[in-house]
């Protein structure tokens, strides 16, 4: 063994044993001992057996297929705890369920593959055999990816649902961590992805990629504080649940449309005081209520002015069709928003 194959193990093993200690800490010595906290624990000692059977693989000789094809299997573990940990970190008392552990029948029926296959059978040219070997290799590649392409989607979503709301410093740590996380994994697959390629890339690209990925995520998690918060972040408040209620009943029941609704009456149809109305609105939608009205109606009016079919209707008219009481306040209004006034955005478009 050279001085160059020397230094590839130290590079390739220094994320793996990062990534086990890391993994160790988490399952064991971490005191916050939460669901999350498990899961990324497992994804991480998961991880680095099935990149220790990589580096067994490019050094050893011989290595027994028991141990390639658990080492493969890893994979099907790792990514349905990905979209466990991704839903710990954003939902609030998470549990596992019995339905969920029938993600893991892939991974099982892998373990017990690797039992029954033969060395003579592992190392034959036959096509069938190699069709077999193939297709198991290329359905455990697909498997991972389309977990990552789920949890990242599941991400999105929560993203797409807390844009609009003023986020907790928490909140955000853990949306940037998870953010990180998918990508770091993304990395990860197009590495293992580069191992079919042996021959063109050297098969020791994928263990130097993952050292490098883990060194990052250990730092990002440190600086996030990523192991010491979880879904309990996004719990709702009743602020929260309150500004969601008083959100159904402006957009959703178009209550803006109506000329006489007042902090008053919004009040007392949702059952709360002026003064806790008005603290809701101000914290949620960055807005006092006027304004927060006033916004709806002049989006609505934005589209009927746009609109050919009403090119005969006057400013007027429009302006009581959104709910202004006054051609003045909707003028003044609107000009406040859009920096124009009506008549000049109407001639603006046409």
């Known amino acids: 063994m050279n001085f160059s194959d020397i230094l590839l193990i130290l590079v390739s093993s220094a994320g793996l044993l990062h990534g086990t200690l890391f993994a160790i800490y988490l399952l064991f010595f971490k005191k916050k001992k939460a669901l999350s906290n498990l899961l990324l624990g497992l994804i991480l000692l998961f991880m680095a057996f099935r990149i220790g059977k990589s580096v067994l693989l490019n050094f050893g000789h011989n290595l027994e297929p028991i141990f390639i094809f658990i080492g493969l299997g890893f994979l099907l573990l790792t990514g349905p705890l990905l979209r466990w940990y991704v839903i710990a970190m954003t939902q609030p008392n998470f549990k596992l369920l019995k339905k969920h552990y029938l993600e893991l029948i892939p991974f099982i029926g892998i373990v017990i ?56 410093k928490f909140q955000k ?86 000329p006489d609704v007042s902090l008053s009456s919004l009040s007392k149809l949702i059952g709360k005081s002026t003064q806790k109305t008005s603290e809701v609105i101000n914290q949620y939608s960055k807005q006092n209520f006027n304004d927060y009205i006033n916004s709806y109606r002049i989006e609505a009016a934005k589209k009927l002015l746009l609109d050919e079919s009403n090119k005969n209707f006057t400013i007027a008219s429009i302006a009581y069709d959104v709910g202004f009481s006054s051609l003045s306040s909707f003028n003044s209004s609107f000009k406040k928003f859009e920096g124009i006034t009506p008549s000049a955005y109407r001639k603006s478009k046409y």
């Open 113 to 168: 593959v690797s039992f029954l296959i033969t060395r003579n059978e592992f190392d034959s040219t036959d096509k069938q055999t190699i069709i077999v070997f193939g297709s198991i290799l290329i359905f455990i590649y697909l498997h991972l990816a389309f977990y990552i392409f789920i949890s990242g989607k599941w991400l999105l979503k929560i993203k797409k649902h807390y844009k609009n709301t003023l986020q907790t």
């Open 173 to 258: 740590a853990i949306l940037e961590w998870l953010h990180v996380l998918i990508l770091s994994f993304i990395v990860i697959w197009v590495s293992y992805c580069f191992n079919i390629l042996d021959g063109t890339i050297p098969y020791i690209v994928g263990p130097i990629m993952y050292s490098v990925v883990v060194y990052y995520l250990s730092y990002k998690a440190f600086q996030l504080k990523a192991t010491d918060i979880d879904g309990e972040a996004f719990k709702t408040n009743e602020n929260e649940q309150l500004f969601n209620t008083i959100s159904d009943l402006i957009v959703n029941n178009k209550l803006y449309l109506e």
